[in-house]
């Protein structure tokens, strides 16, 4: 990892200086944030590819390379379950590169049996919502800068899914699920704040030059039901019936990338059709609340981080709702 970081800061004058946009895909070292990484590499952009397992992630990096050989593949570890890391991916993201066009908030998990990040939130949360919530928002100084000085708007992407659907309204009584915990329940909810967040998300940044947006990629074969005993086995079976991953990524990759949708923002697409989503999700004052919720239970990570010797910088921290806009 150090090799690679000092490799990847000799390459930070070039990246800033040549006029390449450079695209965050979290997740990215398999499934369909490896694919969408492959394709915006291909279509020029400068890609950082985020994910927890060094050697996973090497490959990944080393695969867009392969695919893609004019194009800068850096990467950057960090594992969801700690908002600390999230902190540490904005700090060390931000001390690399001097613009951000793309931010795909790709990554994403299942678990069958209830556990908690480091933090002690319940970890669907955490994970599918928390960390791309922060680390949206620690980007979002550099997103808006990005769209300006470029002139055309940065893009948050955020990959939701149709099961977003499922739940008739966000749990604000029990958001760790600590009443009655079931897989499909929490992830179907922390996919519904990722639809609330993105619409949230839009409406606060209407005026400025970055847009948000939702999707679902389709049903796609990856390993995202491999901690579920059951559904590891199944989806052997049912493989024949999904999209590949490389098709699963077109939907993010279009999101991004489109002309078309260079002013489209708080939308939610199906694979590459808009669609409106759950109309929950559309609620303002459920996204107010939750982006209330979350910059509570994410403040207490930068509080514990400032506490500390080796903790972000002043620079590094992020405003409350009233003054972040
Ligand atoms: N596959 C589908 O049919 C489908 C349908 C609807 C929505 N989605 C969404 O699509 C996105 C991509 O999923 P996928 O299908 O490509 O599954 P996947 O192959 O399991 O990819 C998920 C990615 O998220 C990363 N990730 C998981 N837990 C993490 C953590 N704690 N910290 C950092 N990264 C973590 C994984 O990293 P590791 O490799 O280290 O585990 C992996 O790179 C997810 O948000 C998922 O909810 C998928």
Request: glycine share 6%.
């Amino acid at each position: 990892m150090s090799k690679l970081r000092s490799a990847s800061a000799a390459n930070i004058g070039m990246l800033v200086s040549g006029m390449r946009r450079v695209a965050l895909v979290t997740g990215a070292s398999t499934g369909i944030g490896l694919e969408t990484a492959h394709g915006l590499a291909q279509r020029g952009f400068s890609v950082v590819l985020c994910g927890r397992h060094a050697q996973r992630l090497e490959g990944a990096r080393t695969s867009v390379q392969a695919i893609a050989p004019s194009a800068e593949a850096q990467s950057i570890q960090s594992d969801f379950a700690s908002l600390a890391q999230v902190h540490n991916l904005a700090r060390d993201f931000l001390s690399r590169f001097h613009r951000l066009d793309v931010l795909i908030n790709n990554a994403g998990t299942w678990v069958p049996k209830r556990r908690e990040s480091v933090d002690g939130h319940e970890y669907t949360f955490a994970v599918n919502h928390l960390a791309p919530f922060l680390l949206t928002e620690l980007l979002l100084p550099l997103l808006k800068e990005t769209g300006r000085r470029s002139g055309s708007p940065s893009r948050v992407v955020f990959v939701s899914s149709r099961l977003h659907r499922r739940p008739s309204e966000f749990p604000f009584g029990d958001v760790h699920n600590q009443r009655r915990y079931r897989g499909i329940v929490a992830y179907a909810q922390s996919k519904l704040a990722n639809v609330m967040y993105a619409n949230e998300l839009a409406r606060r940044m209407r005026n400025t030059e970055v847009t948000s947006n939702s999707l679902h990629p389709g049903e796609v074969a990856t390993h995202i039901v491999r901690h579920h005993p059951i559904l590891r086995h199944a989806i052997r079976f049912a493989r024949p019936f999904l999209q590949d991953p490389a098709r699963g990524a077109k939907p993010s990759i279009f999101v991004a990338t489109s002309p078309e949708l260079k002013q489209t923002t708080g939308a939610y697409f199906h694979a590459c059709k808009m669609r409106a989503p759950n109309p929950y999700a559309q609620r303002e004052d459920a996204q107010d609340r939750l982006r209330a919720l979350c910059v509570q239970l994410t403040r207490a990570s930068q509080q514990t981080l400032l506490e500390r010797p080796s903790g972000p910088t002043q620079e590094n921290s992020w405003t409350t709702p009233s003054t972040s806009s």
